[in-house]
Nanobody, 124 residues
């Protein structure tokens, strides 16, 4: 069982930046593929980014490519999402998710563990 706790959300103006963090309780964090997903009110959950256990394989959703960067620190059991050039359409609850192993997947259904989410609001 992995417990995930997100932080770093908030209100930011268009064009601004935020850095989300997700701390994992699991000591074998380095065995997990980590992902970020988001969900806006009335919309389906959307894949944002995923990173493999070693941090060597990264995939982004089309809507965030070139603006967001996912990274991880296995010594601190933490995964990050640096978000630059934020747009109003990035407004959503952002969720961290974990999946044991290296298999690449962008489907939320394949991630077994989820955090409670952190709200990101982009507005002037």
């Amino acid at each position: 069982q992995v417990r995930l706790v997100e932080s770093g959300g908030g209100l930011v103006q268009p064009g601004g930046s935020l850095r989300l963090s997700c701390a994992a309780s699991e000591g074998s964090f380095s065995a997990y593929r980590m992902g970020w997903f988001r969900q806006a009110p009335g919309k389906e959950r959307e894949f944002v980014a995923t990173i493999n256990p070693a941090g060597s394989d990264i995939v982004y959703g089309n809507s965030v490519k070139g603006r967001f960067t996912i990274s991880r620190d296995n010594l601190k059991n933490t995964v990050f999402l640096q978000m630059n050039g934020l747009k109003p359409e990035d407004t959503a609850a952002y969720y961290c998710a974990a999946r044991l192993g290296w298999t690449l997947t962008t489907s939320g259904a394949d991630y077994a563990f989820w955090g409670q989410g952190t709200q990101v609001t982009v507005s002037s």
